[in-house]
């Protein structure tokens, strides 16, 4: 189960164990197809595949289903299907059509098309192998929607369990929050030494965050959960070298640096994207799959951007060169000058140095993204996004959901001791007088998507 309660598949397609794993189901449906292919039959194998598919099946249904599972009992009667073993007159592919058509019944509407493919394959061991696999995938959805109705209780229970936790350890540790006393700390500095560009208030008209260039001149008092945006924001840019990280983010630093790396790599490829336009204007950037192609030659070298950022973009901006050059022969259009080349190719090269213009100018756009996701939500964020970021909109999707996401959680658990914290960071004199409060203990997260929750401060 991931972060979001959500069941997946733990064994990736490419790792031994699934390759291992493989080769043992290949070698026990090559031993179904001799069984079935010998004279007489033998059914033995079958038989036990459609026991454990009833199964399947019966676990599938709800209390209230008796008629489905009174159709499931006759249907696949076990005593009935052995007899007709016995006389070498059982029928896979008719006892199959019988299973496809209460898989109809029973799969979620994202599984149709799925139980629909299966219904014209005629071998009948590939149709049980597809079965099982499709079989496979409604179990796993049912465990998804049990956990997705149960979820509001995992989440209350969660935050209680690991706030209690926290809390034994504090009270053998009295010095635990120091750490995270000096986080905050920097954080209300950042605040009064740096010109805000998300306020928690004024929004623009479109309902996404205010330009930098709206806001710079903007002197609102601080409050608590500008505070807290502004350090859960600091632990994208930590220096992996400083070894204060609070206390209360330990257990979501391995996550947080996944979201600080995916962040770094969105850089590059917004840069990338950003610099390629310049050059090859809305006739190319006009086509959707042009975009991709772009992405895909990017996306394809990211993984080894932060060892090797010279030799990446050097590779990245060759190939970027030869898909414009090759889009616009296409096309029947002027192929770019060599000057012009030339440049395209130094300026892409030069996004491995993060002082670069564009390197510098894409990353603080997305951070500020990130800001706005976590005052505002996500899909009020996504409205007016920043010039150069249009792109990878469904990349920065992605990003702030599971940055919203993860700082929500940890607010909703760490909530009370933020709050004594910030009493002592923030004067009177300088707190907002109005601020938006929750009770973990009293909200019930299931009234919003929790991707779509923007920051709060726990009172």
């Not at 979620?108 to 192998?129: F, G, M, S, Y």
């Not at 905050?184 to 560009?197: F, H, K, V």
């Not at 992605?398 to 993860?406: D, M, P, T």
């Amino acid at each position: 189960m991931n972060h979001d309660f959500h069941m997946e598949e733990v064994l990736p397609p490419n790792s031994l164990e699934g390759k291992v794993m493989e080769k043992m189901h290949d070698a026990f449906w090559d031993h179904l197809k001799q069984q079935l292919s010998a004279t007489p039959p033998d059914f033995s194998c079958a038989l036990e595949l459609l026991q454990e598919i009833k199964e399947i099946l019966l676990s599938l249904l709800l209390p209230r289903q008796n008629r489905l599972r009174s159709e499931i009992e006759a249907a696949l009667d076990m005593e009935l299907l052995g007899q007709e073993a016995v006389r070498a007159a059982l029928s896979v592919p008719r006892h199959s059509k019988c299973i496809l058509n209460m898989m109809t019944l029973l799969c979620a509407p994202v599984r149709d098309e799925a139980v629909q493919k299966l219904e014209n394959i005629a071998d009948p061991v590939c149709l049980l192998r597809g079965i099982f696999q499709v079989l496979g995938l409604m179990k796993m959805d049912m465990v998804n929607y049990t956990i997705q109705s149960l979820q509001p209780h995992l989440q209350e229970h969660s935050i209680q369990h690991e706030r209690a936790k926290f809390q034994e350890l504090l009270n053998k540790q009295p010095g635990l929050l120091n750490h995270t006393t000096k986080w905050l700390s920097r954080a209300a500095s950042d605040l009064t030494t740096l010109p805000p560009t998300c306020p928690d208030a004024p929004v623009s008209s479109s309902g996404a965050c205010l330009s930098p260039n709206e806001v710079v001149n903007s002197s609102e008092p601080v409050s608590p959960a500008m505070v807290l945006s502004q350090g859960f924001l600091n632990l994208l840019l930590w220096d992996p070298e400083n070894e204060e990280f609070p206390e209360t983010l330990l257990r979501d630093r391995a996550r947080l640096q996944e979201l600080e790396s995916q962040l770094h790599q969105l850089t590059v490829l917004a840069s990338v994207l950003l610099v390629a336009s310049s050059f090859s204007g809305s006739v190319l950037f006009g086509s959707p799959q042009f975009v991709d192609k772009l992405k895909r030659i990017t996306k394809a070298r990211l993984g080894e951007f932060s060892s090797r950022p010279e030799e990446v973009m050097l590779t990245v901006s060759e190939q970027v060169s030869q898909a414009i050059h090759q889009s616009l022969k296409n096309m029947g259009l002027g192929a770019l000058s060599s000057d012009s080349t030339a440049s395209l190719i130094g300026q892409l090269q030069s996004i491995a140095k993060e002082e670069s213009c564009v390197h510098s100018v894409i990353d603080q756009r997305i951070h500020l993204f990130l800001k706005c996701c976590l005052v505002l939500g996500v899909q009020r964020s996504l409205l007016d996004l920043p010039g150069g970021l249009t792109l990878i909109e469904a990349e920065l999707a992605e990003l702030g959901q599971k940055f919203v996401s993860l700082t929500h959680h940890n607010q909703q658990v760490f909530g009370p001791y933020y709050t004594e914290i910030l009493k002592t960071i923030i004067p009177p004199s300088q707190a907002l007088e109005t601020e938006v409060e929750s009770d973990s203990t009293s909200s019930n997260p299931s009234t919003l998507d929790q991707e779509e929750q923007p920051i709060i401060f726990l009172g």
